[in-house]
């Protein structure tokens, strides 16, 4: 966490060739996100990005992730706190199979705003990246 009780996250923006980010649901939870987590005092929010993919994905990353900038946004699952994202295009090696405390993984369309509920993070910072992440295959 960091010190003005801002969660400290790192999170990855996944694309596919059609344009779509890879989303994730907590179980319990209804908001969908992107895949990632709380970054170890102990770690770098890259790290700590490679972790949570092989946790929440049961897959690995394809090279070093790029990074994307650091946003802040409330907290999808925590009323009254601030997630500070630390941002990163990443390319998955692997199938993806939600594992851990992933219930779901969707592939979304980022003009979509309606069909399911967004985390404050990914509406309003992730989703607008996405088309500029595009992967051409």
Do not use: Y
């Not at 060739?17 to 770098?44: I, S, Y």
Request: hydrophobic content about 45%.
């Amino acid at each position: 966490m960091s010190l003005n009780g801002d969660i400290r996250i790192a999170a990855a923006v996944i694309v596919d060739a059609r344009g779509r980010t890879l989303l994730v649901r907590k179980r319990g939870t209804c908001a969908f996100m992107q895949a990632g987590g709380k970054v170890a005092a102990d770690e770098t929010p890259a790290e700590a990005l490679a972790r949570e993919i092989r946790e929440e994905l049961d897959c690995g990353v394809i090279g070093a992730p790029r990074p994307l900038g650091r946003f802040r946004a409330p907290a999808a699952n925590e009323p009254g706190r601030n997630v500070e994202a630390e941002l990163f295009a990443v390319e998955l090696d692997g199938e993806i199979c939600p594992a851990g405390e992933i219930e779901a993984a969707i592939w979304h369309d980022p003009n979509d705003l309606v069909s399911v509920t967004l985390a404050p993070l990914t509406r309003n910072h992730v989703l607008p990246l996405v088309p500029s992440l595009r992967r051409h295959v």
